[in-house]
Antibody, heavy 119, light 107 residues
Framework: EVQLVETGGDLIQPGGSLRLSCAAS????????MGWVRQAPGKGLEWVSI???????NYADSVKGRFSISRDNSKNTLSLQMNSLRPEDTAVYYC?????????????WGQGTLVTVSS | EIVLTQSPATLSLSPGERATLSCRAS??????LAWYRQKPGQAPRLLIY???NRATGIPARVSGSGSGTDFTLTISSLEPEDVAVYYC?????????FGQGTRLEIK
């Protein structure tokens, strides 16, 4: 069974850094598109970042240069390093996986982890 | 970026009625469109991908149609469990984008 479990959400001051992790089970992270989608409180969904099976990455303009996505194949985990955090980064962050190997539809979602950026 | 506009913002229908949700793209996305359902307090779930393909476990009363710029999600006979916010999503071009959502209420 495919499972995605996010951890690392916290209350952080503006300008601070935070690292989110997503522990995957039931599949190998290196074989799939993996990414992050966020949802600000009471708002809609916003795509944040993607890492391809071949290790290429892509980012939303709103986080480019501040966030970095990576994968640890030995631990079967996905991470999101978030630097220079802003209040507008406050959101639930969902770890997502492509529906099938090599496919980009977000077929699997974690339960989310809340990041709050506030002084 | 491609803007997805969903309508209506809120839809209130009775059990057994048909729900028709619309998603319009600011430019053509071919069939690279998906629909997700997010029930209160839960993560989103993929319903439809490639404009018209049902994801695993999605019942036949849920269907998707359209291509290019105009897409429709239809739920043929509403059940109380369908209460949720529904989002469309395109992967035709970067950045990936979502619509703002349609809230479906059951009377």
């Amino acid at each position: 069974e495919v499972q995605l479990v996010e951890t690392g959400g916290d209350l952080i001051q503006p300008g601070g850094s935070l690292r989110l992790s997503c522990a995957a089970s039931g599949f190998t992270v290196s074989s799939h598109y993996m990414g992050w989608v966020r949802q600000a409180p009471g708002k809609g969904l916003e795509w944040v970042s993607i890492i391809y099976p071949g290790n290429s990455t892509n980012y939303a303009d709103s986080v480019k240069g501040r966030f970095s996505i990576s994968r640890d194949n030995s631990k079967n985990t996905l991470s999101l390093q978030m630097n220079s955090l802003r209040p507008e980064d406050t959101a639930v962050y969902y770890c997502v996986r492509g529906r099938l190997s090599g496919e980009l539809w977000f077929g699997y979602w974690g339960q989310g982890t809340l990041v709050t950026v506030s002084s | 970026e491609i803007v997805l506009t969903q309508s209506p913002a809120t839809l209130s229908l009775s059990p057994g009625e048909r729900a028709t949700l619309s998603c319009r793209a600011s430019q053509g996305v071919s069939s690279y469109l998906a629909w997700y359902r997010q029930k209160p307090g839960q993560a989103p779930r993929l319903l439809i991908y490639g404009a018209s393909n049902r994801a695993t476990g999605i019942p036949a009363r849920v269907s998707g149609s359209g291509s290019g710029t105009d897409f429709t999600l239809t739920i043929s006979s509403l059940e109380p469990e369908d209460v949720a916010v529904y989002y469309c999503h395109q992967r035709s071009e970067w950045p990936l984008t979502f619509g703002q959502g349609t809230r479906l209420e059951i009377k």
